[in-house]
């Protein structure tokens, strides 16, 4: 079953614009992570967030978590052409070691 | 860069017909993963090997799906008989360790079409 759920299931933007994702889950975990899909294509881990943090940033990402809402948020800030992509958010919770990805994302940057 | 390795990349089959997937890791990668992903839908673990041991093949469909890991490096994963539902992509990933955090690293992917 899949632990996170993505919100907006779909988000167009203008080149140049922030997008900004969310994700939410259920229970307690140990760390978040989000990952990057570009059409029919594998996963590209980009940035990961523990429990005990509450904001980390890479390049133009910006993660935030909010573990007493059970939630976090992606920023891409001045997106580009190549942000295109599906991007899922991925949850190991307490006492295991899998990860459970939520339905994802899907980001168009229009030129 | 070292990437993870998966053959065929698209494969169309009848149901009924057996089809395997192949994959090979980051060489040094000690944990291997499947995953299938419905069109629209994140990726589902199906099984999850450390070294050649399985240590979760809770949704395996078990009645079709086998996955083996003989010598602990690359990895293939079975469906016999295949069904119209199987239709997905089978993605492979692998991690340096297995512990909470751990970045995996995806394949490409098989495109499964059961007609």
């Known amino acids: 079953s899949q632990q996170g759920e993505e919100d907006p299931q779909a988000l167009s933007i203008q080149e140049g614009e922030n997008a900004t994702m969310n994700c939410s889950y259920k229970?307690?975990?140990?760390?978040l992570q989000w990952y990057r899909q570009n059409s029919g294509r594998g996963l590209v881990h980009l940035i990961l967030?523990?429990?005990?943090?509450r904001e980390k940033h890479s390049g133009r990402l910006r993660v935030t978590l909010d573990t007493s809402k059970k939630s976090s948020s992606l920023l891409i800030t001045a997106s580009r052409a190549a942000d295109t992509a599906s991007y899922f958010c991925?949850?190991?919770?307490?006492?295991?070691?899998?990860?459970?990805f939520g339905a994802g994302t899907t980001v168009t940057v229009r030129a | 860069e070292a990437e993870v390795a998966q053959s065929p990349r698209y494969k169309i089959t009848e149901k009924s017909q057996a089809v395997a997937f192949w994959c090979d890791p980051i060489s040094g990668h000690a944990t291997l993963y499947w995953y299938r992903q419905i069109l629209g839908q994140g990726p589902e673990l199906l099984v999850q090997f450390q070294d050649e041991s399985v240590v979760d093949d809770s949704q395996l469909p078990k009645d079709r799906f086998s996955a083996e890991r003989l010598k602990g490096v690359d990895s293939t994963l079975k469906i016999q008989p295949a069904e119209l539902g199987d239709s997905a992509m089978y993605l492979c990933?692998?991690?340096?360790?297995?512990?909470?955090?751990?970045?995996?690293?995806f394949g490409p992917g098989t495109r499964l079409l059961v007609l």
């Open positions: 229970t307690s975990i140990n760390n």
């Open positions: 990933a692998s991690s340096f360790l297995r512990a909470p955090g751990e970045t995996q690293y």
């Open positions: 991925a949850t190991d919770y307490l006492d295991d070691y899998k990860l459970s």
């Open positions: 967030i523990r429990s005990n943090e």
